[in-house]
C-alpha cells in the first residue's frame, strides 16, 4: 500500500482508503431515498479486517450515512478487532442532519454531532472533520460562527483537521477563502471528472490554497465495472439512492457498456482490471490524496485494493479520455 500526505498536515492516508456510505443501509432524508441497500454486518467486519490487514488506514464517515448506522457500525467493528483508535485516520462530517436546529449549521449543533459522531465511533476525537455541503444559509449568515466553532473544536482536540465538501466549483470558491479547510472532498471518476482535470477552474482552487483532493465514487456507484446488463437493469427498493435513477436504466447501460468494451480490450476484462482502472485515473492526479470507494463485504474491499501499485501511463489516459469525451 502507498500512502498519500495530506497537504500541510502530518497525516498520510493510504490511497485507496474506504467511503462508508454504503454500510449505513437504506435511509431516507425529508422523504428522498439517499442510502444503499441492507449490509450484513458480520460480511462488513471481514471487509474491514482486510482491509486493515492490506495496510488500509483510512475510512470516511457521516452522521448522516443510515443516520449514525455506519458510525456505529463502524465503532463496534474496530473495536471488535482490537484496532486502536490511534492506529486509523477515521474523518465524519455533519451538515444534512439539522435536528431540532434551525440549521444544521448552528454551533449548539455541530457540537451536538460531533459528540454523537465521536460516541458512535468509540473515539475521543475524529482526524478530519468536514461541512458536509456548502449551505449555510442566506447569504452564508452561519459560515462566520460554524468556521469559529469548527476551529476551537481542532484548538479543544476533538477534531484534528478541518475539510469542506460541496457540490460544484463555484460553491467551493465562494467557501473556501472563509472555511481554510486543509481537504476537499467531492465525487470523481472516469464519467465526472472536472474537478481533476488539469488546468481546470478545480486545479487551480486547489494549487491556490495548497489543498488536498478526497475523490469519493471513483466507480460511478458500481457502474464503471460494467456489472449491470441493459436488458435486465438492476432494481432498488425504497431507501436505496440509486432506485430509478436515470443511469441504471437500459438506454444509458447499453451506451456506457459499448464505452466499456474498449476499456476492457486495452486493460483486461475482470471485475479486478475494471476496479483498477478506474482507481487510478483518479489517483493519477497530483492533487488526490485518495479515493474512498464503498463496500459492503470482503470481495467488495479486495477487488478495489487490487489497483494498488497498478498505474495508468500518459498513452492509458489520453486514451480514456478519448472513450469517454464528452460531446
Not at 471481514?46 to 495496510?55: P, Y
Not at 462530517?93 to 451536538?112: S, V
Not at 460554524?146 to 482536540?157: N, P, Q
Request: net charge neutral; with cysteine.
Amino acid at each position: 500500500m502507498q500512502y498519500r500526505k495530506i497537504t500541510g498536515t502530518s497525516l498520510e492516508v493510504s490511497e485507496v482508503s474506504f467511503g462508508c456510505a454504503t454500510i449505513g443501509g437504506l435511509n431516507w432524508i425529508n422523504g428522498a431515498s439517499t442510502g444503499w441497500a441492507n449490509v450484513n454486518e458480520d460480511e462488513v467486519l471481514a471487509g474491514v479486517r482486510a482491509a486493515i490487514d492490506l495496510g488500509v488506514n483510512h475510512f470516511d464517515n457521516a452522521d448522516v450515512y443510515g443516520t449514525g448506522r455506519s458510525e456505529r457500525l463502524l465503532g463496534r467493528t474496530l473495536k471488535h478487532l482490537g484496532v486502536k483508535s490511534s492506529d486509523l485516520i477515521i474523518s465524519s462530517k455533519m451538515g444534512y442532519l439539522p435536528g431540532t436546529a434551525k440549521h444544521a449549521y448552528e454551533p449548539a449543533h455541530i457540537r451536538h454531532q460531533l459528540e454523537q459522531s465521536l460516541v458512535n465511533l468509540q473515539r475521543d476525537y475524529v482526524d478530519i472533520y468536514y461541512f458536509h455541503h456548502a449551505d449555510f444559509g442566506p447569504d452564508d449568515c452561519y459560515l462566520p460562527e460554524a468556521v469559529e466553532t469548527m476551529d476551537a473544536l481542532i484548538r479543544e482536540g476533538k477534531v484534528r483537521i478541518k475539510g469542506q465538501s460541496a457540490y460544484s466549483v463555484e460553491q467551493f470558491e465562494r467557501v473556501v477563502p472563509y472555511v481554510r479547510p486543509q481537504v476537499l472532498q467531492m465525487g470523481a471518476n472516469i464519467l465526472e471528472d472536472e474537478f481533476i482535470r488539469p488546468g481546470s477552474r478545480m486545479d487551480e482552487l486547489l494549487r491556490k490554497w495548497n489543498l488536498s483532493f478526497v475523490a469519493f465514487s471513483p466507480l460511478s456507484r458500481g457502474l464503471l465495472l460494467d456489472k449491470h446488463d441493459p436488458a435486465k437493469p438492476p432494481v432498488y427498493e425504497a431507501g436505496d439512492k440509486r432506485n430509478n435513477k436515470e443511469d441504471f436504466q437500459p438506454e444509458s447501460l447499453a451506451l456506457l457498456r459499448s464505452k466499456l468494451e474498449k476499456l476492457k480490450t486495452r486493460f483486461g476484462s475482470r471485475i479486478e482490471d475494471m476496479a483498477a482502472v478506474a482507481i487510478n485515473y483518479v489517483l493519477a492526479s497530483p492533487h488526490v490524496a485518495c479515493v474512498i470507494p464503498g463496500f459492503r463485504n470482503e470481495s467488495q474491499v479486495r477487488c478495489n485494493l487490487a489497483a494498488v501499485g497498478r498505474e495508468l501511463n500518459a498513452a492509458d489516459m489520453a486514451f480514456i479520455r478519448t472513450v469517454f469525451e464528452k460531446n
